[in-house]
Every structure is written in structure tokens, then in C-alpha cells.
């Protein structure tokens, strides 16, 4: 019978695991981290405040992913979606909702929907407009994906992750339609770290998960993994979510990964005492393109489930880019974060609780020329028995949230064993 590695005990690598071990297949699950579920896991500092390491939502798509929620037994709450764009940043009066090309007053004369598109700044200037592109779509996305817009391609919103239309809604003056019902995601319980530690206990093989364990080395022609306690592991199969420029590394082809490129990103949660005030009371998230605010989004977690501060408290997380070339930390945007919500109504003197952590992978950028690489990549790792999948392991945005991220490790087991098709890492659009 075969024998897995698997690396990474994310979304991915659990999906792996659950697969493997619904087959009854031997297996080894390895993770340099200290818990389970990568980029879905939740962190709870020393005042009680839950935090996630992302401004997560739980979508899904596939009835597998779904079975595994409902295996889990974790409660699930339904939160009304309400994100809005604070577009200047200078108090609650610029607050706009979204999707901000949905609130304008008069459409835009300098369309150009048939024009060529190199990039994501032709994209998005042509079918929005230069306002449009000029005061939002231009400084927040440069703000997400620490990259020039000229840099980055349009593929992955123009044909959506995982759907049969585009990945951002169309033009429309407000008031032109009737609204739309109020829109509900799911949200477990306790943090989405809830979910994947509920999800390894009732779904995977006892014992088959060492944290704190990583992989330094693999030798390719013997398919033999090196870990970081000197001890080895031999694997016939390999799904590996590390990133996938450390994979090329392990092999000795790390030059194969030039050309992509990964955002760096400080996760600043601040924990408040009393109630919300009335700009963040009602609020999901806020998309900030305001380059004098640091963050590009804020997640207001404790209206995702009040457990994630307490009673009497709320907690917001928000996401600040680190550029490359600049001298920063996690610890210095802490007080930058905290003027930054003060201008929200966010009284300073209230904050009880301050979580900073460093995440030096935040997205995988969809860089141009991005899939040539990844296909020869993967081309190298499967040489070596290695499936590179996941958030960075694949290192496609649009195939990265936890449901594909979990399907895509079922789809790597079976692709493994019996050459199924992996339609999931490489062709989200046809899910919808």
C-alpha cells in the first residue's frame, strides 16, 4: 500500500488527510506550526479575545467540504453580510457602502469594455472608469497586494474564483434596482481555528499529525523528507502545502520560482471594553484605499460571533501591508491601527487587549506570467513525487479560500493515486 507525506496541517493538508484516511491509507501529516489550520487557524491572547489570522468567510461550493462542517459539530452562526468601503478616511461621513461601483450617481463616459487588457489596471479603469480606478480600485489593491496594478493580471477577478461570472459586480447607479435581500455567510463558531481542530478530531486518523515538525530536505530520487530533528521519512506520495518556492528549494530548483511573488502582512487585532460605536456597530468588514490609513481592511470579528470577545467587549482585526524595500513590524502598526479607528469612534482608552503577528505570506500575488510558472513548477515537483498545493503551495489566490483549499487536497490524494482530474487548483471558475 502507499505511503503519504503530507506537509501542512492547513486547510489543504487536512483535506489530504481525511481523504487518505477515508481510503485507509498510511499516512503522516507534518506542520513547523504549533496548531492545526495554517491560515484558518485562530489565535485566543492572554485577555480572552479570539483572533483569526485572516478576515475569513466560510463559503462552499462542494458537498465534500460541506459533509466535513457538518462532521465537525461545531456551531455555526449565519452573519448578515454588511462590508463598506471607507474611501478617505478622514471620519464616518466618507464611509461608502459596497460594492462602491454600485453607489454612483451617474455613470461613468470614459468606458472602454472592449478594450485591450494587459493588466489588472487595464481592467479595472476600463470597465469601471478612471474615477472609479483612481480613488478605489488603484490604491486599495496596491495596499492588498503590496504590487502595481501594470504587475498583476486580470484573470483571476475577471473570471472569478470559483464561478461562472465575474468576481466583481458591474457598474450600476444607486437606487437604479431594488435593493437586494441582506446576504447571510456561515461563520463557526469560536473562530474558523474552531472548525479545523473539530474537523481533525472527528474525520482524521488519531495520531497521524507531529506539530512543531518541519520539513528542511527532500531527496528526490529516493523520495525520502529530512526533517528538522534529523530524523527522515520515506513517502511514495507527497501533498505538500509549504510554499512552493520552498518545495523548488528542497529539490534544488529554487530558480524555478522567479516570477512569484507573495504580499507580507502585519495582523493587528485590538479588544475594546464596552460597545462598538455606531460607524463599526452594524459593520462585517471595511475596505480602506486611503494610503493615510495603514490597514486595507478591518474585520469587525466580534460581529462574526460575539465569543470571539466576550460579553461587554468587541474585537476588530485589521490587515496592513508590509512593502517590500520599507523598515517595519507588527508591534509599530499597532499604535497607527488604534489613531487610525479612533477616527471611526473607537475610544482609545478602551482598548484592553493588542494582538500583533507578523505573517510573512499573506496572499500569493497573481502576477503576470504567473500559471507558466506554476505549470513547470509543478511539472519539477511531481518529478519528485510532490503534489504542490494549497494557499502558497499552489500559489493560485483564486483557488485559495478553505473550501478549495480543502478540496484541493482530497483532489491531490485521488490525482496521486489514480490520475483524477485536480479541476479545483486549476479551473476554480467552473464551480460555482
Not at 462542517?69 to 461545531?74: E, P, Q
Amino acid at each position: 500500500m502507499p505511503t503519504f507525506l503530507v506537509i501542512g496541517a492547513g486547510t489543504t493538508g487536512i483535506g489530504a488527510a481525511v481523504r487518505l484516511t477515508e481510503l485507509g491509507i498510511d499516512h503522516l501529516v507534518v506542520d513547523a506550526g504549533d496548531q492545526i489550520g495554517g491560515m484558518s487557524a485562530s489565535v485566543t491572547d492572554g485577555q480572552g479575545f479570539t483572533w483569526d489570522l485572516g478576515g475569513h468567510v466560510l463559503h462552499s461550493h462542494f458537498p465534500e467540504f460541506d459533509q466535513a462542517v457538518r462532521a465537525s459539530g461545531v456551531g455555526i452562526n449565519q452573519v448578515t453580510r454588511n462590508g463598506w468601503v471607507w474611501l478617505t478616511g478622514d471620519g464616518p461621513q466618507s464611509l461608502v457602502p459596497t460594492p462602491i461601483q454600485q453607489q454612483l450617481t451617474e455613470l461613468p463616459t470614459d468606458l472602454r469594455p472592449d478594450a485591450p487588457v494587459r493588466n489588472l489596471a487595464d481592467y479595472y479603469r476600463n470597465h469601471f472608469g478612471s474615477w472609479l480606478h483612481d480613488r478605489f480600485f488603484e490604491p486599495y489593491n496596491r495596499k492588498m497586494w503590496t504590487a502595481p496594478l501594470d504587475q498583476i493580471d486580470h484573470t483571476w477577478t475577471s473570471l472569478r474564483s470559483g464561478s461562472l461570472t465575474p468576481n466583481v459586480p458591474r457598474l450600476a447607479l444607486a437606487g437604479s434596482a431594488a435593493p437586494a435581500p441582506a446576504e447571510a455567510f456561515p461563520y463557526p463558531q469560536g473562530g474558523t481555528g474552531a472548525l479545523w481542530r473539530a474537523v481533525q478530531d472527528a474525520l482524521m486518523k488519531p495520531g497521524s499529525v507531529r506539530l512543531n515538525t518541519a520539513v528542511v530536505g527532500v531527496d528526490a530520487a529516493s523520495r525520502v523528507a529530512t526533517l528538522d530533528d534529523g530524523s527522515t521519512v520515506r513517502y511514495d506520495h507527497c501533498v505538500s502545502t509549504a510554499p512552493i518556492t520552498t518545495a523548488l528549494n528542497w529539490v534544488g530548483q529554487g530558480r524555478q520560482a522567479a516570477g512569484l511573488r507573495a504580499s507580507r502582512v502585519h495582523a493587528i487585532g485590538l479588544g475594546y471594553r464596552g460597545e462598538p460605536p455606531p460607524a463599526l456597530a452594524d459593520k462585517t468588514w471595511l475596505y480602506c484605499p486611503d494610503e493615510r490609513v495603514p490597514w486595507y481592511r478591518a474585520t469587525m470579528l466580534s460581529n462574526y460571533d460575539p465569543g470571539n470577545a466576550g460579553p461587554g467587549r468587541w474585537n476588530v482585526l485589521c490587515e496592513v501591508p508590509s512593502f517590500p524595500g520599507r523598515a517595519d513590524s507588527a508591534q509599530a502598526s499597532v499604535q497607527a491601527v488604534q489613531t487610525s479607528l479612533a477616527a471611526l469612534g473607537a475610544d482609545p482608552s478602551s482598548v484592553v487587549s493588542r494582538f500583533a503577528r507578523t505573517i510573512p505570506f499573506g496572499y500569493p500575488v497573481p502576477t503576470l506570467g504567473r500559471d507558466e510558472v506554476l505549470r513547470a513548477a509543478d511539472a519539477t515537483l511531481r518529478g519528485a513525487g510532490i503534489h504542490s498545493r494549497g494557499r502558497f503551495g499552489g500559489w493560485r489566490y483564486e483557488s485559495s479560500n478553505q473550501d478549495y483549499g480543502y478540496l484541493q487536497g482530497r483532489q491531490a490524494v485521488d490525482n496521486a493515486l489514480t490520475g483524477a482530474a485536480e479541476d479545483v487548483y486549476w479551473y476554480p471558475e467552473r464551480f460555482s
